[in-house]
């Protein structure tokens, strides 16, 4: 299992973890598993949409929502 992480300045790695792993060893509270291939870091969230059922980073990159997550 890899796991691709991506940081605020733009670069990105590549870790042989999985991302179950990754969540367990980051601080509680602080990141949100959306779909079961993101985790997002909370601070970064400007916004939820229910109707597109997505995620809006304050980026404008959006991420999809699991469908269990929306309601």
């Not at 299992?1 to 605020?8: S, V």
């Not at 870091?41 to 980026?59: D, F, G, P, Q, T």
Request: net charge positive; with cysteine; hydrophobic share 40%.
């Amino acid at each position: 299992n890899y796991t691709r992480c991506y940081f605020q300045d733009g670069t990105q790695i590549l870790v042989a973890r999985s991302l179950k792993v990754l969540a367990n060893r980051l601080p509680e509270g602080a990141f949100v598993r959306v779909h079961r291939k993101h985790l997002l870091n909370r601070h970064y969230i400007h916004s939820v949409s229910a109707v597109l059922s997505c995620i809006i980073m304050s980026n404008g990159d959006r991420f999809p929502m699991a469908r269990r997550r929306v309601g």
